[in-house]
């Protein structure tokens, strides 16, 4: 779907979207629509039961007056309450009720608003970003989709004034959106496609927006000692690699310490030796989520040119069942010199980010490191799917990611640490075992990573209950959700980045 911005005016086609206060208030241009029409749309919202609340929704088809196929009316709400969130999910919807009635091009008009917070410039910058946010598709391998099931809306034109100032504001936010969509097409593809290798190729692609990508093989993750890591992906006939990324958007910065992201990837979970159910096992591919949202996180700050330097580091492993697989027992060094006995082969997120999070903070000695990592199932117990989990080791972090998530509409809760957590993996053969007992599963997971941690402030997003979606939200469609590319993006822009 293509998003243009044009001056305000009468199409000759397709459909027109106007918007509509609470108390069906009409905006200046369903004003003028409905003089147009001789007032058939207030008749249409007094039969309706239309109010003009943010889910509300109201087409009129053949409207006369109008050369135009419809005229959809949508609900916005109060209009102090009109804020990029609320404007995204507007969007949103109008794309997927666009969509679900055939429509092929639609013209969507922004007014000026007496009392509210954004002018009529950024508001529809940001009902663009949300009707963008919402045309995402993963169809590539539906072959005999009937044409009815298709995504139909080509174009979706935005009017109002001064579309300049619009499209200046809707710039930096399209390019967080190609990252948006970069990381949801990797979390979204097979294992036969995406695996250790091929996801490394994926994130070599960042080269082309201004990235330094760097990719380490097995012999040179060897020789780090990243014992750990390949420990998981010895079973499988897939080559184990890291990754590294940077992005430097700040040379002249006073600080020139990075800002840290590190993902788990493993490109397919089976469990290992011990071995997951066969039910559901499938979605295993999306175990890269983790890494998934740093690629997509650094191909957004290049593309927007963030005056920020960060760095992104994902180790990317396949987790599988062979007569070369680790077992449960085994013993592995971890690079940094730290012993793991292996209890359960089906916790190996956390020895992936063990010698990742270690080879980061010890090369690149960042100001602040954040790991992403569909980690546990326990996390999903704990919060279910409204937000994704968060355990830090430093306050001001902590502060600054739960504001950036409230701000970009993916929202944490935080769990605790404590000594009383970490001594669930003490072992008595090793260092640690990589999994305490039964209680408090996701934040002994936390425990075991902050043991990898030295003094740099950092944070753990637990993302397995956010990474996919079972069904439809405003902005986000069925599937992989990228949850983590706009909070973290929404982080730098606020707190790191440089003014």
Partial sequence: MKIAFAK????????????????????????????RMRGALGRALAASRFKGKPDDLLAVLAPAGLQAARVVLIGLGKVEELDDLALQAIGGRIVAHLNAVGETRAALAVDDLPGAKLSAPQMAASLAYGARLRSYRFDRYRTTEKPENKASLKRLTVTLDDPAAARRHYEPLDKIGEGVFFCRDLV????????????????????????????????????????????????????SHVVVMRWQGAPDAKDQRPIAFCGKGVTFDT??????????????????????????LMQALAGRKARVNAVGVVGLVENMPSGTAQRPGDIVKSMSGQTIEVINTDAEGRLVLADVLWYCQDRFKPKAMIDLATLTGAIIVALGKEHGGLFANDETLADRLLAAGKAAGES?????????????INSDAADMKNVGNRHGGSITAAQFLKRFVKDTPWAHLDIAGMAWSEKDAPTVPKGATAY???????????????K
């Avoid at 769990?415 to 001594?423: I, N, R, V, W």
């Fill in 484 to 498: 983590g590319v706009r909070l973290l993006d929404r982080l730098i822009a606020d707190y790191y980045e440089e």
């Fill in 412 to 424: 944490l809760w935080r769990m605790p640490l404590g000594e009383a957590y970490d001594k669930l």
């Fill in 188 to 239: 979204s593809e097979p294992a036969n496609v995406i695996h250790p290798e091929s996801l490394a190729q994926e994130a070599r692609k960042l080269a082309e927006v201004g990235v330094d990508v760097e990719l380490l093989g097995e012999d040179e993750l060897k020789k780090l000692g990243m014992g750990a890591l390949l420990g998981v992906g010895q079973g499988s006939a897939r080559e």
């Fill in 271 to 296: 469990g290992g030796i011990s071995i997951k159910p066969a039910g559901g096992m499938e979605d295993m591919k999306w175990d890269m989520a983790g890494s998934g949202v740093v690629i997509g």
């Fill in 8 to 35: 305000s005016e009468m199409p000759a086609a397709g459909a027109i979207v106007a918007g509509v206060l609470d108390d069906r208030k009409l905006t200046p241009t369903a004003a003028a629509l409905d003089r």
